[in-house]
């Protein structure tokens, strides 16, 4: 999925391992059977209401006018890319956003609050659902998005830590920052299926404004990539002309039963092909982009 993430002005954590990472499994999944029948003009709309109100959102959060935004959502289907251009444009204006990525220990999370804890500062979230895994971090991040006008996080075990110029950081601090959360996992499911977690769960939603971005059937996301490629200008972009950026979307139409992913990585993909072998791309990506019959 294009990312159009910039350079400069970002900061991101190494991605780390652990053994004692708690993995969910994915919650969004192609479904089979449309949950609900829409037209797809109704798609379209719907979904384009969804994703101008994740910009508006996004930009309001990260000039803190809001103080926590969950944008909730499937993979490569255009959530990180819409912020992150949001985030391009805001560092025009004198704002640097804080982008973490990866696998994140509470420890680490701390730090990273205390960094960032200032005014006008705002972190984004995306991809570190291992966060929603672990109560140690759900307990500060419920405090770090309270609404309440004093937000006081406290660190009170033996572990001793220190900040990016070595400093003791101290056991206590107000946190005035705002957050960004981009995430794979329907909160709203995984509470009505009584996950572990979904105690914590209601507790961030209470806290945060949650954008749904509402992808829930295969047409939602034969929509979605509609709307990137022809709307956004994907493909133009990449310099393919109108015909062959139909050849692509009326593939991945044909075969969207058979194809490994429905996603703009798979638009990716298949243009590549394309590109590749103009003639015989539709039979490289029968054999590299589908599932064996």
């Not at 709307?231 to 490994?260: A, C, H, P, S």
Request: hydrophobic share 40%; charged share 30%.
């Amino acid at each position: 999925m294009p990312r159009g993430v910039p350079k400069s002005g970002f900061r991101m954590t190494k991605k780390r391992m652990s053994s004692d990472v708690k993995i969910f499994k994915p919650v969004y999944q192609v479904p089979v059977v449309a949950l609900k029948q829409e037209t797809e003009q109704e798609v379209y709309d719907k979904l384009k209401t969804r994703f101008d109100a994740m910009e508006v959102m996004a930009e309001a959060t990260a000039l803190g006018k809001n103080r926590s935004l969950i944008i909730s959502g499937p993979a490569g289907l255009g959530k990180s890319f819409g912020v992150m251009k949001v985030m391009e444009d805001l560092e025009k204006r004198g704002i640097n956003p804080v982008v973490i990525r990866g696998y994140i220990r509470p420890t680490g999370l701390y730090k990273i609050l205390y960094e960032n804890r200032f005014k006008r500062s705002v972190l984004v979230f995306d991809d570190s659902d291992s966060l929603f895994g672990d109560d140690v971090c759900l307990n500060l991040l419920k405090t770090a998005t309270d609404m309440t006008s004093v937000r006081r996080l406290s660190w009170l075990t033996e572990t001793k830590m220190e900040d990016e110029e070595g400093e003791r950081m101290p056991r206590n601090f107000e946190f005035e920052g705002s957050i960004i959360f981009i995430t794979n996992y329907d909160f709203d499911d995984m509470i009505t299926r009584g996950n572990k977690m979904a105690v914590h769960f209601e507790a961030m939603i209470s806290r945060s404004h949650y954008l749904d971005l509402a992808m829930k059937t295969r047409l939602d996301y034969l929509v979605r990539i509609k709307q990137v490629v022809k709307d956004k200008g994907m493909l133009k972009r990449e310099g393919f002309n109108l015909v062959q950026e139909e050849m692509i979307l009326g593939f991945i139409t044909q075969n969207q039963e058979k194809l490994r992913e429905l996603s703009l990585r798979m638009v990716i993909k298949l243009a590549g092909l394309l590109k590749m072998n103009p003639t015989d791309w539709q039979k490289l990506a029968s054999v590299t982009c589908m599932r064996g019959n």
